[in-house]
């Protein structure tokens, strides 16, 4: 199997190289792993992709990309250049350095990547390390997912359903904030919603006078509704959350027919 992993923390986060590991385990001895990630952190870009300006790709090692662009960028860059004679069987994008659940998904760039690989029409996931008081401050925060990481991975590739040709599945996968020994298993999830919980922004000065605004996130470890996401990672449980890059509100068509 050829693997093509990415990140959006940037090139030499440590998220990455737990993802190496990973994804060398799937891929096997006889599998090939390659990296194209951001050159710097791409955090918040979600699936933003360098439409009006050339992308600056540079060889750091032996199947190992840094491109100065988003992750959907290097995604681009991986199936359509530095892979184009030997596409990948297989995107997997992270390990993120925090949590992608709930809300937080719509503006990640770890899912940025993903996306981009299933409109491409190659197999994806999205890996993400929640954080909390039980792995904020060990040596590894990572250890969940680098010890549950490739298990995770096998169970859905086994399981995934045939793919239609439209919009493609892709997997959002939250590890729990937790000891790797502390994790109870693993939740097919909704996408869930922190309540009262969003970004918002935060005034400063510099020293000139001038007027700077920092972009703040909520509260993390707030509960969402039962059977999703974060509520299933707050519980101690892996959550894999099936998505599609299709945007419509199905639920509101009947509704609007009134419209017509």
């Known amino acids: 199997m050829r693997i093509l992993i990415t990140n959006d923390d940037g090139i030499n986060a440590p998220g990455l190289a737990v993802l190496q590991d990973i994804a060398a385990e799937i891929a096997g001895p006889e599998g090939e792993v390659w990296t194209v990630a951001p050159a710097f952190e791409q955090s918040g870009v979600a699936h933003c992709i360098s439409y009006t300006h050339p992308t600056m790709i540079a060889k750091m090692g032996e199947r190992r990309y840094a491109a100065e662009g988003s992750p959907a960028d290097c995604v681009l860059a991986g199936i359509h250049d530095v892979m184009k004679d030997t596409p990948p069987d297989l995107v997997l994008s992270g390990v993120n350095r925090g949590n992608n659940s709930a809300e937080n998904a719509l503006y990640s760039g770890t899912l940025g990547g993903a996306m981009e690989a299933a409109l491409q029409g190659v197999p994806a996931m999205a890996l993400s390390q929640y954080l909390g008081p039980e792995n904020y401050t060990i040596?590894?925060?990572?250890?969940?997912?680098?010890?549950?990481?490739?298990?995770?991975?096998?169970?859905?590739?086994?399981?995934?359903?045939?793919?239609?040709?439209?919009?493609?599945?892709?997997?959002?996968?939250?590890?729990?904030?937790?000891?790797?020994?502390?994790?109870k298993g693993t939740r097919v999830t909704t996408q869930g919603f922190r309540p009262d919980t969003c970004f918002s922004v935060e005034?400063?000065?510099?020293?000139?006078?001038?007027?700077?605004?920092?972009?703040?996130?909520?509260?993390?470890?707030?509960?969402?509704?039962?059977?999703?996401?974060?509520?299933?990672?707050?519980?101690?449980?892996?959550?894999?959350?099936?998505?599609?890059?299709?945007?419509?509100?199905?639920?509101?068509?009947?509704?609007?027919?009134?419209?017509?």
């Open 139 to 183: 040596d590894n925060p990572f250890e969940a997912s680098a010890q549950h990481g490739a298990e995770v991975i096998r169970k859905i590739l086994a399981a995934s359903p045939p793919e239609s040709s439209d919009y493609r599945l892709f997997y959002n996968i939250n590890f729990p904030p937790v000891l790797a020994a502390n994790v």
């Open 203 to 260: 005034a400063h000065s510099s020293p000139s006078g001038r007027k700077f605004l920092w972009v703040k996130g909520g509260n993390q470890q707030v509960q969402t509704a039962p059977g999703s996401d974060a509520s299933a990672n707050l519980d101690g449980y892996i959550s894999v959350t099936p998505m599609r890059a299709d945007l419509t509100a199905h639920d509101a068509m009947e509704s609007l027919k009134a419209i017509e």
